[in-house]
Protein backbone atom coordinates (compact mmCIF):
# COMPACT_ATOMS: atom_id res chain seq x y z
CA UNK A 1 0.00 0.00 0.00
CA UNK A 2 0.70 3.72 -0.62
CA UNK A 3 1.01 5.24 2.68
CA UNK A 4 0.85 8.80 1.53
CA UNK A 5 -2.03 10.72 0.21
CA UNK A 6 -2.02 12.09 -3.72
CA UNK A 7 -0.81 15.94 -3.36
CA UNK A 8 -0.74 17.24 -7.15
CA UNK A 9 -0.76 20.86 -5.99
CA UNK A 10 3.08 21.55 -5.38
CA UNK A 11 3.48 22.94 -8.35
CA UNK A 12 2.16 25.48 -11.13
CA UNK A 13 -1.07 24.96 -12.13
CA UNK A 14 -2.25 24.69 -15.97
CA UNK A 15 -5.79 26.79 -17.14
CA UNK A 16 -6.70 24.90 -20.21
CA UNK A 17 -10.27 26.53 -22.48
CA UNK A 18 -11.56 24.34 -25.22
CA UNK A 19 -12.57 26.16 -28.31
CA UNK A 20 -14.58 23.72 -29.80
CA UNK A 21 -15.60 25.76 -33.55
CA UNK A 22 -13.90 25.19 -36.43
CA UNK A 23 -14.21 26.38 -40.09
CA UNK A 24 -14.84 22.90 -41.42
CA UNK A 25 -14.36 19.31 -39.45
CA UNK A 26 -11.77 17.35 -40.82
CA UNK A 27 -12.75 13.41 -41.47
CA UNK A 28 -9.97 11.67 -38.71
CA UNK A 29 -10.78 14.21 -36.21
CA UNK A 30 -12.23 12.95 -32.85
CA UNK A 31 -11.99 15.71 -31.03
CA UNK A 32 -14.62 17.82 -29.48
CA UNK A 33 -15.21 20.50 -32.18
CA UNK A 34 -18.04 21.12 -34.26
CA UNK A 35 -18.12 23.15 -37.86
CA UNK A 36 -19.61 26.88 -36.68
CA UNK A 37 -19.01 30.43 -38.04
CA UNK A 38 -22.30 32.12 -36.27
CA UNK A 39 -20.88 35.48 -35.09
CA UNK A 40 -23.91 35.43 -32.26
CA UNK A 41 -22.96 31.51 -31.53
CA UNK A 42 -19.30 32.31 -31.22
CA UNK A 43 -19.72 35.17 -29.22
CA UNK A 44 -22.50 33.67 -26.61
CA UNK A 45 -19.69 30.84 -26.20
CA UNK A 46 -17.10 33.35 -25.12
CA UNK A 47 -19.81 35.07 -22.34
CA UNK A 48 -20.19 31.44 -21.42
CA UNK A 49 -16.57 30.49 -20.70
CA UNK A 50 -15.91 34.28 -18.58
CA UNK A 51 -19.52 32.83 -16.23
CA UNK A 52 -17.80 29.34 -15.81
CA UNK A 53 -14.40 30.76 -14.79
CA UNK A 54 -16.00 33.26 -12.18
CA UNK A 55 -17.91 30.17 -10.82
CA UNK A 56 -14.66 28.13 -10.72
CA UNK A 57 -12.55 30.72 -9.32
CA UNK A 58 -14.58 30.78 -5.97
CA UNK A 59 -14.03 27.26 -6.09
CA UNK A 60 -11.91 25.45 -3.34
CA UNK A 61 -10.25 23.34 -5.79
CA UNK A 62 -9.24 26.30 -7.09
CA UNK A 63 -8.95 29.15 -4.45
CA UNK A 64 -5.53 27.80 -3.30
CA UNK A 65 -3.64 27.67 -7.34
CA UNK A 66 -1.27 29.47 -8.90
CA UNK A 67 -1.36 28.94 -12.83
CA UNK A 68 1.80 29.36 -14.73
CA UNK A 69 0.40 27.92 -17.92
CA UNK A 70 -3.05 29.21 -20.13
CA UNK A 71 -3.58 26.65 -23.49
CA UNK A 72 -6.46 27.99 -25.85
CA UNK A 73 -6.61 25.28 -27.66
CA UNK A 74 -9.48 23.09 -30.10
CA UNK A 75 -11.05 23.24 -32.35
CA UNK A 76 -10.04 26.12 -33.94
CA UNK A 77 -9.55 29.06 -31.69
CA UNK A 78 -8.39 31.57 -34.40
CA UNK A 79 -12.03 31.31 -35.39
CA UNK A 80 -12.57 34.22 -33.32
CA UNK A 81 -10.74 37.79 -33.51
CA UNK A 82 -8.13 39.00 -31.80
CA UNK A 83 -10.10 41.30 -29.87
CA UNK A 84 -12.42 38.26 -28.62
CA UNK A 85 -9.05 35.88 -27.57
CA UNK A 86 -7.55 39.18 -25.87
CA UNK A 87 -10.88 39.87 -23.97
CA UNK A 88 -11.12 36.49 -22.67
CA UNK A 89 -7.43 36.21 -21.68
CA UNK A 90 -7.86 39.43 -19.95
CA UNK A 91 -10.90 37.88 -18.12
CA UNK A 92 -8.58 34.87 -17.49
CA UNK A 93 -5.95 37.46 -15.67
CA UNK A 94 -7.96 39.37 -13.14
CA UNK A 95 -9.98 36.29 -12.20
CA UNK A 96 -7.04 34.01 -11.30
CA UNK A 97 -4.02 34.12 -9.98
CA UNK A 98 -1.49 34.16 -12.69
CA UNK A 99 2.62 34.20 -12.30
CA UNK A 100 3.66 37.49 -13.82
CA UNK A 101 3.26 37.96 -17.75
CA UNK A 102 7.02 37.91 -18.08
CA UNK A 103 6.83 33.97 -17.54
CA UNK A 104 3.29 32.70 -18.00
CA UNK A 105 3.04 30.99 -20.90
CA UNK A 106 -0.08 31.53 -23.56
CA UNK A 107 -0.28 29.25 -26.02
CA UNK A 108 -3.09 29.42 -28.91
CA UNK A 109 -3.92 26.54 -31.49
CA UNK A 110 -4.07 27.86 -35.33
CA UNK A 111 -4.88 26.66 -39.03
CA UNK A 112 -2.77 28.33 -41.39
CA UNK A 113 -5.38 29.49 -43.29
CA UNK A 114 -7.06 31.75 -40.36
CA UNK A 115 -4.57 33.59 -39.57
CA UNK A 116 -3.50 36.38 -41.59
CA UNK A 117 -0.27 38.89 -41.12
CA UNK A 118 -2.75 41.40 -39.43
CA UNK A 119 -4.54 38.79 -36.97
CA UNK A 120 -1.26 37.43 -36.26
CA UNK A 121 0.06 40.77 -35.09
CA UNK A 122 -3.04 41.43 -32.98
CA UNK A 123 -2.71 38.13 -31.41
CA UNK A 124 0.76 38.79 -29.95
CA UNK A 125 -0.56 42.20 -28.97
CA UNK A 126 -3.25 40.27 -27.06
CA UNK A 127 -0.34 38.88 -24.85
CA UNK A 128 -0.05 35.41 -26.66
CA UNK A 129 3.51 34.45 -26.35
CA UNK A 130 3.74 31.19 -28.29
CA UNK A 131 1.59 29.69 -31.28
CA UNK A 132 1.12 26.21 -32.12
CA UNK A 133 -0.10 26.02 -36.19
CA UNK A 134 -1.68 22.54 -37.26
CA UNK A 135 0.33 22.32 -40.89
CA UNK A 136 0.11 18.32 -40.56
CA UNK A 137 1.55 17.74 -43.68
CA UNK A 138 2.95 20.02 -46.44
CA UNK A 139 2.12 17.98 -49.31
CA UNK A 140 -1.31 19.37 -50.87
CA UNK A 141 -2.48 15.94 -52.10
CA UNK A 142 -2.02 14.58 -48.50
CA UNK A 143 -3.98 17.74 -47.47
CA UNK A 144 -6.44 17.01 -49.66
CA UNK A 145 -6.80 13.59 -48.48
CA UNK A 146 -6.59 14.85 -44.56
CA UNK A 147 -9.78 17.40 -45.66
CA UNK A 148 -7.55 20.31 -44.25
CA UNK A 149 -8.99 23.38 -45.46
CA UNK A 150 -5.45 24.77 -46.03
CA UNK A 151 -2.78 24.26 -48.43
CA UNK A 152 1.14 23.74 -48.36
CA UNK A 153 1.41 27.39 -48.98
CA UNK A 154 -1.18 28.81 -46.96
CA UNK A 155 0.95 27.23 -43.82
CA UNK A 156 4.07 28.10 -45.04
CA UNK A 157 3.06 31.68 -45.20
CA UNK A 158 0.99 31.45 -41.89
CA UNK A 159 4.95 30.64 -40.55
CA UNK A 160 6.59 33.39 -41.80
CA UNK A 161 4.04 36.34 -40.83
CA UNK A 162 3.79 34.82 -37.16
CA UNK A 163 7.86 35.49 -37.16
CA UNK A 164 7.18 39.09 -38.84
CA UNK A 165 4.63 39.33 -36.35
CA UNK A 166 7.15 38.85 -33.28
CA UNK A 167 6.02 35.72 -32.12
CA UNK A 168 9.65 33.81 -30.75
CA UNK A 169 8.33 30.67 -29.78
CA UNK A 170 6.24 29.08 -32.34
CA UNK A 171 5.40 25.05 -32.59
CA UNK A 172 4.14 23.23 -35.71
CA UNK A 173 2.15 19.92 -35.78
CA UNK A 174 2.76 17.39 -38.19
CA UNK A 175 1.67 14.03 -38.87
CA UNK A 176 2.99 10.67 -40.62
CA UNK A 177 0.79 7.17 -41.73
CA UNK A 178 -1.22 8.83 -43.41
CA UNK A 179 -2.99 7.34 -46.02
CA UNK A 180 -1.32 6.51 -49.49
CA UNK A 181 1.84 8.31 -48.01
CA UNK A 182 5.18 7.46 -48.79
CA UNK A 183 8.36 7.58 -47.30
CA UNK A 184 9.73 10.17 -49.61
CA UNK A 185 6.52 12.65 -49.07
CA UNK A 186 7.44 11.72 -45.17
CA UNK A 187 10.84 13.46 -45.90
CA UNK A 188 9.89 16.23 -47.83
CA UNK A 189 7.25 17.22 -45.13
CA UNK A 190 9.88 17.36 -42.59
CA UNK A 191 12.38 19.25 -44.61
CA UNK A 192 9.88 21.48 -45.40
CA UNK A 193 9.26 21.68 -41.87
CA UNK A 194 12.60 22.49 -40.78
CA UNK A 195 13.36 24.79 -43.52
CA UNK A 196 10.87 27.33 -41.79
CA UNK A 197 12.88 27.36 -38.30
CA UNK A 198 9.90 26.55 -35.76
CA UNK A 199 11.18 26.50 -32.26
CA UNK A 200 9.11 23.49 -31.20
CA UNK A 201 7.57 20.51 -33.04
CA UNK A 202 4.54 17.95 -31.80
CA UNK A 203 4.78 15.14 -34.22
CA UNK A 204 2.28 12.25 -34.46
CA UNK A 205 1.59 9.09 -35.98
CA UNK A 206 -2.25 9.13 -37.39
CA UNK A 207 -4.67 7.06 -35.60
CA UNK A 208 -8.23 6.36 -36.98
CA UNK A 209 -10.42 6.39 -34.32
CA UNK A 210 -14.00 4.81 -34.28
CA UNK A 211 -16.10 7.52 -34.30
CA UNK A 212 -14.59 9.20 -37.60
CA UNK A 213 -15.48 9.05 -41.13
CA UNK A 214 -11.87 7.91 -41.74
CA UNK A 215 -12.87 4.60 -39.90
CA UNK A 216 -15.58 4.06 -41.84
CA UNK A 217 -13.53 5.15 -45.19
CA UNK A 218 -10.61 2.13 -43.96
CA UNK A 219 -13.66 -0.48 -43.98
CA UNK A 220 -14.42 0.64 -46.77
CA UNK A 221 -11.33 0.06 -48.80
CA UNK A 222 -11.85 3.93 -49.79
CA UNK A 223 -8.10 4.56 -47.79
CA UNK A 224 -5.13 2.53 -47.30
CA UNK A 225 -2.60 3.69 -44.57
CA UNK A 226 1.13 2.63 -45.41
CA UNK A 227 2.59 -0.81 -44.43
CA UNK A 228 3.70 -0.81 -40.82
CA UNK A 229 7.13 -1.32 -42.16
CA UNK A 230 6.95 2.20 -44.23
CA UNK A 231 5.53 3.65 -40.95
CA UNK A 232 8.52 2.85 -38.78
CA UNK A 233 10.56 4.24 -41.39
CA UNK A 234 8.90 7.77 -41.11
CA UNK A 235 9.10 7.17 -37.79
CA UNK A 236 13.21 6.94 -37.30
CA UNK A 237 13.69 9.36 -40.33
CA UNK A 238 11.13 11.89 -38.03
CA UNK A 239 14.11 11.15 -35.16
CA UNK A 240 16.96 11.57 -37.53
CA UNK A 241 15.86 14.80 -39.27
CA UNK A 242 14.97 16.30 -35.99
CA UNK A 243 18.02 15.45 -33.90
CA UNK A 244 20.12 16.54 -37.17
CA UNK A 245 18.56 19.87 -37.52
CA UNK A 246 18.66 20.82 -33.66
CA UNK A 247 15.70 19.97 -32.07
CA UNK A 248 15.82 17.82 -28.94
CA UNK A 249 13.18 14.73 -28.41
CA UNK A 250 12.04 15.89 -24.85
CA UNK A 251 8.80 13.69 -25.00
CA UNK A 252 7.55 10.80 -26.88
CA UNK A 253 5.92 12.98 -29.85
CA UNK A 254 7.74 16.33 -28.94
CA UNK A 255 10.83 18.09 -29.75
CA UNK A 256 12.05 21.65 -29.16
CA UNK A 257 14.78 24.09 -29.44
CA UNK A 258 16.11 24.14 -26.32
CA UNK A 259 14.44 26.28 -23.77
CA UNK A 260 11.28 25.34 -25.91
CA UNK A 261 9.71 22.70 -24.26
CA UNK A 262 5.86 23.05 -23.94
CA UNK A 263 5.26 24.16 -20.00
CA UNK A 264 1.93 22.96 -20.24
CA UNK A 265 2.10 19.86 -21.66
CA UNK A 266 4.87 19.31 -18.81
CA UNK A 267 2.03 19.88 -16.12
CA UNK A 268 0.16 17.08 -17.71
CA UNK A 269 2.80 14.86 -18.11
CA UNK A 270 3.91 15.34 -14.38
CA UNK A 271 0.33 14.09 -13.58
CA UNK A 272 -0.31 17.89 -12.25
CA UNK A 273 -2.94 19.94 -11.72
CA UNK A 274 -4.38 21.86 -14.53
CA UNK A 275 -8.17 23.33 -14.92
CA UNK A 276 -10.58 23.13 -18.01
CA UNK A 277 -12.99 25.28 -19.18
CA UNK A 278 -15.11 24.73 -21.66
CA UNK A 279 -17.21 22.03 -23.47
CA UNK A 280 -16.37 18.59 -23.00
CA UNK A 281 -12.48 20.14 -20.98
CA UNK A 282 -10.99 18.16 -18.25
CA UNK A 283 -9.71 19.06 -15.30
CA UNK A 284 -7.56 17.73 -12.35
CA UNK A 285 -7.11 18.15 -8.71
CA UNK A 286 -5.09 16.08 -6.07
CA UNK A 287 -6.37 12.56 -7.75
CA UNK A 288 -9.77 13.70 -8.71
CA UNK A 289 -10.12 14.19 -12.51
CA UNK A 290 -13.72 15.54 -13.83
CA UNK A 291 -15.02 16.33 -17.55
CA UNK A 292 -17.61 18.82 -18.43
CA UNK A 293 -19.94 18.41 -21.14
CA UNK A 294 -19.15 17.36 -24.14
CA UNK A 295 -21.92 19.27 -26.08
CA UNK A 296 -21.81 22.86 -25.89
CA UNK A 297 -25.50 23.94 -26.09
CA UNK A 298 -26.04 21.64 -22.59
CA UNK A 299 -22.68 23.29 -21.06
CA UNK A 300 -23.82 26.74 -21.95
CA UNK A 301 -27.45 26.09 -20.38
CA UNK A 302 -25.43 24.72 -17.00
CA UNK A 303 -23.33 27.53 -16.52
CA UNK A 304 -25.34 29.96 -17.45
CA UNK A 305 -28.02 28.65 -14.75
CA UNK A 306 -25.41 28.79 -12.56
CA UNK A 307 -24.28 24.76 -12.33
CA UNK A 308 -21.31 23.44 -12.45
CA UNK A 309 -21.27 21.53 -16.20
CA UNK A 310 -19.49 18.11 -15.02
CA UNK A 311 -20.78 15.35 -17.20
CA UNK A 312 -18.43 13.03 -14.74
CA UNK A 313 -15.53 12.56 -12.42
CA UNK A 314 -13.07 9.85 -11.66
CA UNK A 315 -11.31 9.89 -7.83
CA UNK A 316 -8.06 7.77 -8.30
CA UNK A 317 -6.88 5.63 -5.47
CA UNK A 318 -3.43 6.57 -4.26
CA UNK A 319 -1.93 3.66 -6.03
CA UNK A 320 -4.14 4.62 -9.57
CA UNK A 321 -2.35 8.27 -9.31
CA UNK A 322 1.21 6.74 -8.37
CA UNK A 323 0.43 3.92 -11.72
CA UNK A 324 -0.54 6.82 -13.65
CA UNK A 325 2.12 9.05 -12.80
CA UNK A 326 4.67 6.75 -13.96
CA UNK A 327 3.14 6.11 -17.43
CA UNK A 328 2.83 9.68 -17.80
CA UNK A 329 6.23 10.39 -16.88
CA UNK A 330 7.95 8.05 -18.66
CA UNK A 331 7.05 9.59 -21.93
CA UNK A 332 8.97 12.10 -21.10
CA UNK A 333 12.69 11.28 -22.43
CA UNK A 334 14.26 12.18 -18.93
CA UNK A 335 11.93 10.12 -17.22
CA UNK A 336 10.20 10.41 -13.73
CA UNK A 337 12.00 11.60 -10.88
CA UNK A 338 12.30 8.72 -8.09
CA UNK A 339 13.15 11.53 -4.99
CA UNK A 340 10.10 13.09 -6.45
CA UNK A 341 7.44 9.87 -5.93
CA UNK A 342 8.71 9.02 -2.39
CA UNK A 343 7.99 12.62 -1.53
CA UNK A 344 4.73 12.92 -3.07
CA UNK A 345 3.35 8.74 -2.37
CA UNK A 346 6.03 7.46 0.27
CA UNK A 347 7.31 4.89 -2.28
CA UNK A 348 9.80 4.19 -4.95
CA UNK A 349 9.28 2.54 -8.44
CA UNK A 350 11.69 -0.34 -7.35
CA UNK A 351 9.73 -1.21 -4.08
CA UNK A 352 6.37 -0.80 -5.85
CA UNK A 353 7.17 -3.00 -9.12
CA UNK A 354 9.81 -5.19 -7.82
CA UNK A 355 10.43 -8.16 -10.12
CA UNK A 356 8.74 -6.41 -13.23
CA UNK A 357 10.75 -3.20 -12.96
CA UNK A 358 14.09 -5.32 -12.79
CA UNK A 359 12.75 -7.40 -15.41
CA UNK A 360 12.57 -4.41 -17.36
CA UNK A 361 15.82 -2.72 -16.44
CA UNK A 362 17.74 -6.11 -17.19
CA UNK A 363 15.99 -6.28 -20.50
CA UNK A 364 17.52 -2.65 -21.55
CA UNK A 365 13.85 -1.26 -21.78
CA UNK A 366 14.53 1.04 -18.75
CA UNK A 367 17.39 2.75 -17.13
CA UNK A 368 18.15 4.28 -13.93
CA UNK A 369 20.03 7.77 -14.49
CA UNK A 370 21.05 9.60 -11.58
CA UNK A 371 17.76 10.36 -9.65
CA UNK A 372 15.60 9.49 -13.06
CA UNK A 373 13.90 5.81 -14.00
CA UNK A 374 13.16 6.37 -18.21
CA UNK A 375 12.91 4.94 -21.12
CA UNK A 376 16.10 3.69 -23.04
CA UNK A 377 16.18 4.56 -26.97
CA UNK A 378 15.05 0.80 -27.41
CA UNK A 379 12.26 1.07 -24.88
CA UNK A 380 11.44 4.47 -26.46
CA UNK A 381 11.00 2.15 -29.88
CA UNK A 382 8.71 -0.34 -27.86
CA UNK A 383 6.89 2.16 -25.32
CA UNK A 384 3.41 1.35 -25.59
CA UNK A 385 4.44 -2.59 -24.50
CA UNK A 386 6.88 -1.29 -22.01
CA UNK A 387 3.97 1.39 -20.22
CA UNK A 388 1.72 -1.35 -20.64
CA UNK A 389 3.33 -3.54 -18.29
CA UNK A 390 3.64 -0.75 -15.82
CA UNK A 391 -0.26 0.34 -16.01
Not at 85 to 105: H, K, Q, V, W, Y
Amino acid sequence: MIPHPVDSSDGPAGLYIHIPFCHSKCPYCSFNSYPETDPTALANYIAVLKHHLRLLAAHPWVASLRFDTLYIGGGTPTVYSPEALADLIDTCRAGLPFNSSDITEITVEANPNTVTLEKLQGLKRAGINRLSIGCQSFSDPLLQTLGRSHSRADAETAVRNARVAGFDNISLDLMYGLPEQTVPDWRQTLETAVGLEPDHFSIYELTIEEDTPFAGRLRAGEIVLPEEEAVLQMEKIGREVMAGSGYERYEISNYGRPGFQSRHYTIYWQNGTYLGLGAGAVSFFDGFRVRNVADYGNYSRLVHDGQYPFHDGECLSQEASFRETIIMGLRMTRGVSCDRLQQRYGVTPAAYYGNTLQRLLQERLLEMHRDYLRLTDRGLLLANQVLAQLV
